[in-house]
């Protein structure tokens, strides 16, 4: 999705701006929705969303560039590895390195797959995706072959991974009681205007269940990361982090809808709700 440039309200306030002024994030009548956004959300946000930035910032920068930066560098090397003649560019839909950025450095290449790191689709995050390489492809003269990847959320080799993921963490860390599956909600709206997120995060989840041979009891899903007063998807990870809290169990928490770790795994999830679990006992 992206990330700010540096960890600071300024950096902050500039994404922001960018994110929340896509249409397919906040669809709300721009006569409504741009007073409140300018007048209210980028006065009062962006220092408070730069101490959360800090608390995860590394040497190198951001998480998600750094690991996005990783993933690129290692595909590129099996690609070259396989004597597969291809160049891998990493791009973001907000921030830097722009999709624009990434889709001229590819201005060699007669066939492009643009690959959204989404695994679920939703309309608010992949066809956002779609909408910024149409933007770029009508401003061209020359366009090479393009080929959209729209999800994996099923795929086989994904639902593996996750497991691998999930196994190692039990081998290194020990096995809890819940494995608790955390996907980034949207609002409940989307869902009836036709978005199939819900029901391609609830196909992953039982898929990732079913490859852990896991019964009903050892698993749940959840949705983390709600944003502002309407009604989200349900149930919500930080009501059943605090649940679980009470009830005792020990909890593992893996969020498959995030291909890198970023603002909402390592601060939301690993600080925010780890504190609200352990509140609650």
Same mark, same amino acid.
């Given at each position: 999705m992206g990330t700010?440039?540096?960890?600071?309200?300024?950096?902050?306030?500039?994404?922001?701006?960018?994110?929340?002024?896509?249409?397919?994030?906040?669809?709300?009548?721009r006569w409504i929705w741009c007073?409140?956004?300018?007048?209210?959300?980028?006065?009062?946000?962006?220092?408070?969303?730069?101490?959360l930035y800090q608390s995860i910032w590394t040497e190198q920068g951001s998480p998600l560039l750094v690991i996005?930066?990783?993933?690129?560098?290692?595909?590129? !090397?099996? =690609? /070259? +590895?396989?004597?597969?003649?291809?160049?891998?560019?990493?791009?973001?839909?907000?921030?830097?390195?722009?999709?624009?950025?990434?889709m001229n450095a590819l201005s060699h290449c007669k066939k492009v797959i643009v690959l959204p790191l989404y695994p679920q689709f939703s309309s608010a995050t992949t066809a956002s995706v779609f909408?910024?390489?149409?933007?770029?492809?009508?401003?061209?003269?020359?366009?090479p072959e393009l080929t959209f990847v729209r999800d994996y959320y099923d795929h086989p080799l994904y639902i593996?991974?996750?497991?691998?993921?999930?196994?190692?963490?039990?081998?290194?860390?020990?096995?809890?009681?819940?494995l608790l599956m955390s996907f980034h909600g949207i609002p409940k709206?989307?869902?009836?205007?036709?978005?199939?997120?819900?029901?391609?995060?609830?196909?992953?989840?039982?898929?990732?269940?079913?490859? !852990?041979? =896991? /019964? +009903?009891?050892e698993w749940q899903m959840t949705y983390q990361s709600i944003f502002g007063r309407e009604e989200w998807l349900s149930p919500f990870t930080d009501k059943t982090m605090e649940q679980l809290g009470?009830?005792?169990?020990?909890?593992?928490v893996i969020c498959p809808g995030f291909s890198a770790d970023c603002l909402e795994t390592l601060e939301e999830i690993e600080?925010?709700?780890?504190?609200?679990f352990l509140r609650a006992g």
């Open positions: 700010p440039d540096a960890p600071t309200s300024k950096a902050v306030r500039t994404y922001l701006a960018e994110f929340l002024h896509d249409k397919r994030v906040v669809d709300l009548s007073p409140v956004l300018h007048g209210v959300i980028l006065r009062l946000r962006p220092p408070k969303v730069a101490k996005g930066q990783q993933q690129q560098q290692s595909l590129q !090397l099996k =690609l /070259n +590895d396989a004597n597969i003649n291809a160049s891998v560019e990493l791009a973001m839909t907000y921030g830097n390195p722009s999709i624009a950025a990434g909408d910024r390489v149409a933007r770029f492809a009508k401003e061209q003269w020359a366009l593996k991974a996750l497991a691998e993921s999930v196994k190692s963490s039990w081998q290194s860390k020990g096995r809890g009681d819940v709206r989307y869902t009836t205007n036709g978005d199939p997120y819900p029901e391609q995060c609830q196909t992953t989840a039982k898929l990732l269940a079913e490859e !852990l041979s =896991l /019964n +009903d009891s009470k009830q005792g169990k020990s909890v593992d600080e925010e709700n780890k504190s609200i």
